[in-house]
């Protein structure tokens, strides 16, 4: 009996153990993530998202179109250039080989017509033939922007042509005051002045007449003797310089309203062998630096047309990207060259 009842203790023992054992080998073994383990989703949700934000980056194309091929919008070029590159802006660029509505309206009418233009920035060369094609770019859906010249009367503010997000330029009237008051200080407050334009009607440059204008009313002893037109012809501007010399010898000062005008001017005055005359040039071209140099030219007022192109990419941009407006009208500076600072090295940038 005992026997028995000791068999039975060992069997339910082994029994008991087998259960055991089976139990221990179906166990899950937990295993605990290692460090890598547990930063990969973070990682992956971090590149997801950066894939979000680039998806919503656009790359812009604006459309850059320039009165004609000259120094000064060469210049601007450059610089505009610069300022898309930084902002990864790509632009079109396009100059018409004459300053002429009839030639600009076409240009950016094709380009307009690429489809992929976000925005235009272009030089009006004529503030009302221009006017019609700038708006139709606008009932388009895209944005303008106006330098140098403007579409209408260039206050953007109110009007038929508030539909331009801004003008960027120089304030020509007051650049033309600063101008009268540098002739009547270099020539004593006293002598006959005669002012070589460009094209009758271009609003830029009759207002940088009529601010020499007025600034020669302080002075009693200045005499203006007005103005005559070359119609954007150096050549022009040689041949009528010269000829109203010779018609009237007191002439004592002569200046150019922009670079063609002061080179022909300029030209004239060095032929006639007239050191006597004093000349200006408005806009400092490398030509007008060079006579300046030479003694020729006494004054170079220097516009700032890279300043003017960067804006421009600038202010588009911000405006395309968060909607931010500029303001209606940014003016852009100028300086003077004379003999004494012409080769200060921190003038050379103004050189165009």
């Known amino acids: 009996m005992k026997k028995i009842l000791l068999f039975v203790l060992i069997f339910l023992l082994l029994i008991s153990m087998v259960v055991t054992f ?38 812009y194309t604006f459309a850059f179109v320039f009165g004609v091929d000259v120094p000064f919008y060469t210049a601007m070029q450059t610089a505009t250039q610069k300022k898309a590159d930084e902002l990864g802006v790509n632009v079109i660029f396009q100059t018409p080989e004459e300053w002429s509505a009839e030639i600009q309206t076409p240009i950016i009418e094709s380009l307009v017509a690429r489809g992929d233009i976000d925005l235009l920035i272009f030089v009006s060369t004529d503030f009302e033939g221009m006017l019609p094609v700038a708006k139709k770019v606008y009932d388009k859906g895209i944005p303008v922007i106006t330098v ?17 997000l801004t003008h ?27 002012t070589m334009n460009s094209r009758a009607g271009l609003q830029s440059n009759e207002d940088r007449y009529n601010g020499c204008a007025a600034a020669f009313e302080k002075y009693p002893g200045i005499e203006d003797l007005g103005q005559e037109y070359c119609f954007n012809d150096p050549d022009k501007a040689q041949q009528l310089t010269r000829a109203f010399i010779e018609a009237n010898p007191e002439v004592t000062y002569v200046w150019g309203v922009d670079l ?3 080179q022909g001017a300029g030209m004239a005055i060095q032929n006639l062998g007239r050191d006597d005359i004093g000349a200006g040039a408005f806009d400092a071209t490398e030509f007008a630096i060079e006579k300046l140099e030479e003694g020729l030219f006494n004054l170079v007022l220097a516009q700032m047309p890279g300043e003017m192109g960067a804006l421009a990419i600038e202010s588009g941009y911000n405006y395309l990207k968060s909607g931010t407006e500029p303001e209606v009208r940014i003016k852009t500076g100028y300086v003077f060259f004379n003999a004494d600072n012409v080769d200060d090295p921190d003038m050379q940038q103004y050189i165009y």
């Open 22 to 59: 089976s139990l221990v080998g179906c166990k899950v073994e937990e295993v605990t993530p290692t460090e890598e383990e547990e930063v990969a989703p973070a990682v992956e949700e971090e590149v997801v998202e950066e894939e979000a934000v680039q998806a919503e980056e656009e790359d």
């Open 148 to 164: 140098d010249g403007w579409v209408g009367d260039g206050d953007y503010s109110e009007g038929e042509d508030s539909f331009a």
């Open 168 to 194: 960027i330029g120089s304030d020509n009237y007051d650049a033309g005051m600063a101008m009268g008051e540098a002739i009547a200080e270099v020539i004593g407050g006293e002598g006959k002045v005669f």
């Open 260 to 262: 063609m005008a002061a």
